[in-house]
């Protein structure tokens, strides 16, 4: 195993002590790490679920709070709503495991269940309409975040207590399986629930997160050897101001800035990225200086660790990348084309998807049990492999594809990404100290999330780099051939393709948003019921968004390659700095 001696070389204290308490836990209570196993399992899944289920179930939502997201002024509405639960779940695991390590994982993960059902409850009514309504529903979605940021920062941690060595794949396994297939299921559960009541999408959490809380608050205990210490501001403010202000900026570079179809070019983007990153750097420094620091740095130099985590946020971001550009694909051509109307899309993309978290399902458990006997490099390696080659064999199928050569591919890149994931976490948890098992999970969590933060603004900016090459000229011709008028042709021809993705997305007609404006729809010798068609704009699309997915999909590849290279490093057997001592 390749850890950092000064780390892993002999058990420490806090590592004997957590071990022996699993023995007598073991003893008096046979059955207690499976009850941790389930309970944690679920706790991570409402978390995950609760992070994809807004995405499928934006079009409802919006239209039952009366509000056009696409309309000038509100597209800030949009983005916080995509995005406010995750940044602040990628913002805070790391302080909670810290402070889990301080006064009890158990503590910290039963908080957070109760803040998760306090915030379901607030998000289960709106009394309020138009941008109040979205204020109210924004707001709630950040606390509901900070519970989950509590879930996920301990339920790893507290799983590695619960858990011997050779046991810990499988566990951690069936957990982290749980937490990707939960961004899967969250599509469809959301887009089922939002055909119903869009607010229903919410009621779900509601009885699960009561059930959740009383189960975790009278069945865990703490196995963990608590690491007394001050809480560590200066790292703290640094770190959460510094992601913060970074996942900010990348997810604002989305928007066009000026006659640019992307916001890179703006100051406020490249102001607030610089300055995210300055802070990071400056939490680094912090943390090499302070007596009891957030995360311990020293965690890096194992390579297991270090290389782990890097490993993990490349699979976050191509698999968040994947998602998104798969929704739009699903959404904006293929589903239109075989006569789906817009808005029943959304419903049917979460279901067309469901080979991706069958894939997971399949190999994750199978894989972190396979893991405790043979290692984790093979199957981190093998994974990340795989993916990538099922990212380069999407780009080879036709953008209005067989669905059975298209559900092969998405079922072998889920199988792939559960294949890595169990035994990538295994490795990552097993390689550092008992008593730092919190922040280190906190850490695991922060690549976790994070990469799905930064995969909005990376993907969605690589695809409208990709479109704004051939759509304008496609769009202006193709207009004009339905009696558009060569002005109003150019000038929705050259607005950002943003606002064609969002549109996509969210469910609406690309072409009937756009043209609205204009009122180009009601001119005589316009043929309005070709352009709103379900076929002209999927046809009008597929040549420059199979560019744009070439971008895409060649840069997810690329970061699988690069986590397959970090996955070199995993350990040929994990298990042990417990070995001889604990077990």
Not at 296 to 310: C, Y
Not at 425 to 443: F, L
Not at 527 to 538: C, D, I, K
């Amino acid at each position: 195993m390749t850890t950092n001696p000064e780390l892993a070389a002999h058990p420490d204290a806090g590592t004997i002590a957590t071990a022996r308490r699993r023995r007598r836990m073991d003893h008096d209570h046979p059955h207690y790490k499976w009850i941790v196993l389930s309970n944690t399992t679920l706790g991570t899944l409402l978390a995950t679920i609760n992070a994809s289920i807004v995405l499928i179930s934006l079009p409802a939502i919006f239209r039952g709070i009366g509000l056009n997201p696409l309309a000038p002024g509100n597209v800030s509405y949009l983005l916080w709503m995509l995005m406010g639960y995750l940044v602040v779940t990628a913002v805070l695991v790391v302080p909670f495991g810290r402070l889990g390590d301080m006064f009890g994982r158990v503590r910290i993960y039963n908080y957070g269940f109760v803040v998760f059902t306090v915030a379901a409850v607030a998000l289960s009514f709106d009394p309020f309409h138009l941008g109040g309504g979205a204020v109210w529903l924004i707001g709630w979605r950040v606390v509901q975040g900070i519970g989950g940021a509590m879930l996920m920062a301990s339920s790893s941690a507290i799983l590695t207590d619960a858990f011997p060595a050779n046991q810990r794949g499988m566990a951690l396994g069936v957990n982290m399986v749980s937490a990707v297939a939960g961004s899967f299921l969250g599509l469809l559960i959301g887009g089922f629930l939002s055909e119903w009541h869009w607010q229903a999408i919410f009621w779900v959490g509601v009885p699960i997160g009561i059930a959740g809380t009383i189960w975790s608050i009278r069945s865990l205990r703490e196995l963990g050897v608590k690491t007394p210490g001050r809480l560590d501001w200066a790292g703290t403010a640094t770190f959460g101001l510094g992601l913060t202000i970074l996942l900010i900026g990348i997810t604002y570079g989305i928007q066009p800035y000026g006659d640019a179809p992307t916001g890179w070019t703006s100051p406020w983007v490249l102001g607030a990225i610089g300055l995210g990153l300055a802070l990071l750097v400056a939490f680094c420094f912090v943390e090499l200086r302070v007596d009891s620091p957030m995360v311990d740095l020293r965690l890096f130099r194992s390579a297991s660790f270090g290389m782990g985590n890097l490993a993990g946020l490349m699979s976050s971001v191509g698999r968040g990348g994947l998602q998104f550009m798969l929704i739009i694909w699903l959404q904006g051509i293929w589903l239109p084309l075989h006569g789906y109307d817009f808005e029943s899309t959304p419903l049917w993309a979460g279901i067309y998807l469901l080979p991706v978290t069958v894939g997971f399902l399949v190999a994750g458990p199978i894989a972190g049990s396979l893991s405790d006997r043979y290692g984790a490099r093979p199957f981190t390696v093998g994974g990340m492999l795989l993916m990538a080659a099922s990212f380069i064999a999407l780009l080879l199928i036709p953008v209005n594809f067989d669905y059975w050569v298209f559900a092969i591919l998405v079922f072998l890149n889920g199988l792939g990404g559960g294949i890595f994931t169990a035994p990538n976490t295994a490795a990552i948890m097993s390689s550092v100290p008992a008593a730092q098992r919190g922040a280190a999970s906190g850490v695991r969590a922060t690549f976790f999330n994070a990469g799905s933060s930064l995969s909005i603004g990376i993907f969605f900016s690589l695809m409208i780099v990709g479109l704004a090459n051939s759509l304008p000229s496609a769009m202006s011709t193709g207009l004009q051939a339905q009696g558009v008028s060569a002005a109003v042709a150019h000038d929705v021809a050259h607005l950002p393709p943003v606002g064609s993705l969002f549109a996509a997305f969210l469910g609406y007609n690309p072409i009937e948003e756009l043209l609205a404006p204009s009122g180009a729809l009601h001119q005589p010798g316009v043929n309005a019921e070709v352009l709103t068609g379900q076929t002209f704009f999927p046809q009008l699309i597929t040549g420059p968004f199979h560019a744009g997915l070439t971008v895409v999909f060649v840069a997810a590849a690329v970061m699988m390659l690069i986590g397959a290279a970090a996955s070199l490093f995993n350990p040929g057997r994990y298990g042990s700095s417990e070995q001889g001592s604990s077990e």
